[in-house]
C-alpha cells in the first residue's frame, strides 16, 4: 500500500470517527480486487447521520483536491457509495449493512488498522 493511499485512508477514517461513525473497517482490496484498492466501510445510525460522513469526507478531500469518480445511493442514504478510484467508501444504515455484508463477501481481504 503506497504512502497517499494510506494518508486518504487515515484522513476519511479520522473524519468518520469524528463524526461518530459506527463499526469503521478497512478492508485491502489490491491483492483480492482489481475494482479498487481499498474498501472503506463504516454505519451511520440515521440518514442524518449518514449524509454527514458522506459529505464529511468529501469536504475533507476536496481540500486536498481530491474529488470522487461517482456517487450512489446519497437521496436514499440507507447505503452511500462514494467511488474515490483508489478507495471506495461504503456508508450503511444498520438494516443494509447487515444484509449485504461486505466484509463476509470479501472476507479473503486483509483487514487494515487504523
Do not use: P
Not at 440518514?47 to 459529505?55: E, F, M, P, V
Not at 476536496?62 to 474515490?84: C, M, P, Q, S
Request: charged share 30%; hydrophobic share 40%; net charge negative.
Amino acid at each position: 500500500m503506497t504512502d497517499s493511499l494510506l494518508k486518504k485512508i487515515k484522513t476519511a477514517v479520522s473524519v468518520l470517527e469524528d463524526k461518530k461513525a459506527l463499526d469503521i473497517s478497512v478492508l485491502d482490496l489490491e491483492k483480492v480486487s482489481d475494482i479498487t484498492d481499498s474498501f472503506i466501510i463504516c454505519s451511520g445510525s440515521n440518514r442524518s447521520q449518514i449524509l454527514a460522513l458522506s459529505d464529511g469526507v468529501e469536504e475533507a478531500f476536496a481540500r486536498e483536491h481530491i474529488f470522487h469518480k461517482g456517487i450512489e445511493g446519497y437521496d436514499t442514504a440507507n447505503w452511500v457509495l462514494i467511488d474515490y478510484g483508489d478507495i471506495v467508501l461504503h456508508i450503511f444504515d444498520k438494516d443494509s449493512r447487515e444484509l449485504y455484508d461486505l466484509e463476509r463477501i470479501w472476507s479473503d481481504a486483509e483487514k487494515i488498522l487504523i
